[in-house]
């Protein structure tokens, strides 16, 4: 991971610490649903604890071929999170 400065790492990190917090679940649980947010802070904390990034297609899979949500939801989810700055978490 690569940062032109401290800020925007501090920037990343305090996006990935609100991600996994009970506050994002209870931002956006009414629009996606528990399950699926749910899922989403587990996928993140794997990668956390693994020291892996995630590819943004695998995560599409996950969310499409196991738990069975539609490709619109999932893009509407990733614009409404802004996925891009996730990265380099989430490739």
Same mark, same amino acid.
């Given at each position: 991971m690569y940062y032109n400065d401290s800020k925007d790492f501090i920037d990343f990190i305090d996006i990935v610490n609100f991600t996994l917090d009970s506050s994002f679940l209870e931002k956006w649980r009414y629009k996606y649903s528990e399950k699926f947010i749910t899922s989403f802070q587990m996928r993140l904390l794997k990668a *956390?604890?693994?020291?892996k990034p995630i590819k943004k297609e695998s995560l599409t899979n996950f969310f499409?071929?196991?738990?069975k949500y539609s490709p619109e939801q999932i893009n509407n989810?990733?614009?409404?999170?802004?996925?891009? *700055?996730?990265?380099? *978490?989430? *490739?």
């Open positions: *956390l604890s693994d020291r499409k071929k196991k738990l989810f990733y614009e409404s999170i802004d996925i891009n *700055l996730y990265h380099p *978490l989430i *490739l």
